[in-house]
Nanobody, 123 residues
Framework: VQLQASGGGMVQAGGSLRLSCAAS????????MAWFRQAPGKEREFVAA????????DYADSVKGRFTISRDNAKSTVSLQLSSLKPEDTALYYC?????????????????WGQGTQVTVSS
């Protein structure tokens, strides 16, 4: 499975972006999908995850109420709507697909990773 993330860019604090991740095959419809991010000099951290059918969604506390994850299994895509962005949201954002169906924040459960898309938020 190949994942292609897109939609990153530069915005001012308070702005919005929408990230998208396209999978190379439709069978990811059975897989949990997630977004992680990594800022310079920091470890990769969990952002949001969604179960195969959208039945369970988890968010990191730092993004709750500001970010929204969604998926379209017919199109094999997962999206992340970023709103009320803060400078501390600046990072390289990665999408990932798990071998399991239910959402988890555990990065070790994700088998496939995209190349990342850069989000930069200026103050």
């Amino acid at each position: 499975v190949q994942l292609q993330a897109s939609g990153g860019g530069m915005v001012q604090a308070g702005g919005s972006l929408r990230l998208s991740c396209a999978a190379s095959r439709r069978t990811v419809g059975n897989n949990a999908m997630a977004w992680f991010r990594q800022a310079p000099g920091k470890e990769r951290e969990f952002v949001a995850a969604i179960s195969w059918n959208g039945g369970r969604i988890d968010y990191a506390d730092s993004v709750k109420g500001r970010f929204t994850i969604s998926r379209d299994n017919a199109k094999s895509t997962v999206s992340l709507q970023l709103s009320s962005l803060k400078p501390e949201d600046t990072a390289l954002y990665y999408c990932a697909a798990a071998l399991r169906s239910w959402a988890t924040a555990d990065s070790t459960q994700y088998r496939y990773w995209g190349q990342g898309t850069q989000v930069t938020v200026s103050s």
